[in-house]
């Protein structure tokens, strides 16, 4: 079936303070058996003149031995090259669990940084799972994207590992 949500919001409103945080969004929705699809564009505010307006669509597809994604991404900021975004990816069942495969790129303005991700989730009952993933982000242009909050020097690359369990209540 086909959903739509749409919304606006109000931010600071203050008088003495510049109209930020207010804006807009939508998100459109296509669900039919193994396809999904999805196209949406928000717009916020955030400071005297300054606007971030993004866009996006993403689909994916269930084969049965694996669940296919791909998105695409577009940020626009007032005084600020566009920043471009691609991600595809599977989710394959193996073993009991869920292998996670993942690989994305970024571009604004020449700085470039990819990321590759591979991980694994194992049920171990209906609400608890164990969770451990590897990732790596390779830049270029002199781009410094990282990992988790690091710091990375232009042109240099960041690695990173997570493990853990997720519980649900």
Do not use: C
């Not at 970024?106 to 209906?126: C, E, H, I, N, R």
């Amino acid at each position: 079936g086909i959903a739509l949500w749409a919304q606006t919001w109000n931010g600071e409103n203050a008088s003495t303070a510049a109209k930020t945080g207010g804006g807009n969004g939508f998100r459109v929705t296509f669900d039919q058996g193994k396809f999904s699809a999805a196209v949406a564009d928000s717009s916020l505010t955030t400071g005297a003149g300054t606007t971030n307006k993004t866009s996006n669509m993403a689909a994916s597809y269930d084969l049965g031995v694996a669940k296919l994604m791909a998105q695409s991404n577009t940020t626009k900021i007032t005084a600020a090259a566009d920043i471009k975004s691609s991600l595809i990816g599977a989710l394959v069942p193996m073993a009991g669990g869920t292998f996670r495969i993942a690989s994305s790129q970024t571009d604004q303005a020449g700085k470039k940084s990819s990321l590759m991700a591979v991980g694994f989730v194992q049920p171990m009952s209906k609400r608890t799972d164990l969770y451990a993933t590897y990732g790596r982000v390779s830049n270029s242009g002199g781009a410094n994207a990282a990992l988790n909050g690091a710091v990375t020097a232009a042109n240099a690359s960041s690695t990173g590992y997570e493990f853990g369990v997720k519980h649900a209540f």
